[in-house]
């Protein structure tokens, strides 16, 4: 039995089920202009409340940028699960010249078109995230949790804290690269002045700073984690594709309760299902979130064969007349 476990542990593991907890950034915008965004996924299966959550710039190498207000950007409203919130730089006057210049309508469209808010409408005005949403290639990037208020925790970083890349010359202004020594300008500016997105593939953020500054080789290496696009790209934004759309540990919920599963681990090639009302469909979904069965039910109890399945973890997905949807693990030995 301990075996069994084990192996389910580290599969699910594998598969970002246990990584499918938390916000995310999914898309980077670093435009002309004014024209900065920053796209957040919630891969849970529940609706998170954003006022929980922060962003913070650290600008140019800094690594105290949490102690001023101005670089620190608390979030509000509701991430829909599975969905997205745009965060953009509050330029929305079309009067506006210079250093005020108006966002592109089309990034505008995208974030009132889509969940979003703006913020940041005077840089450097000395209020509470009056330089936070104006990144440029340079600046590292993080999203914030905090669960009492005042203690935070990191979800996600976007480069590296503390490191300013730079030119080949030596001169500022430069972007993270797709090869080391990034800080000497090789490679590709994948960071400045481009929009990038977050693979598919990845399930999390990333919760450690990815190395000392200028250590070599680089260890942000945006083409890892990110695809790029055009400078003012914005069509992407409002969407994000992801692997914990098949399925996420999130998305059991307390409809869980209402069904029993016996026996699991599965021993005899099959087991039985039991629920507190009709049970409409059951669907079962390997590591990859491949369909493997559905069955339609209409009855409160049932005799699921797994004769021909091999022994693994599965995610057993089972629709309750006029209540929802419960999922659970399920281990075929």
Known sequence: MKNILLTAMVACASFGWSQCTDLFFSEYVEGTHNNKALEIYNPTGADIDLSNYRIIRWSNGATNSNEDIQYIQP???TIAAKGTFIVAVDKRDASAVGADTMLFQDLLDAVNNNDGDFYSPTYGDGSMGSKCIYHNGDDALSLERTNDGST???VDIFGLIGEAPQSSNGSAGAGWTDEPNYWDGNGAYWTKNKTLVRKSSVTSGVTTNPGAPYQSPGMFNPSVEWDSMSVNTFTELGSHTSDCDAMSIESMSSLNDEINIYP??????SFELNASSIIEVVELFDLSGKSIIVKEINESQTIINT????AGVYMLKVSLEN???????LIIK
């Open 75 to 77: 979030l509000s409203g």
């Open 323 to 329: 209540k929802g949807t419960a999922t659970q693990h």
């Open 152 to 154: 935070y925790t990191i």
């Open 307 to 310: 004769r021909n399945l091999k």
């Open 264 to 269: 699991n681990p599965v021993q005899n090639a």
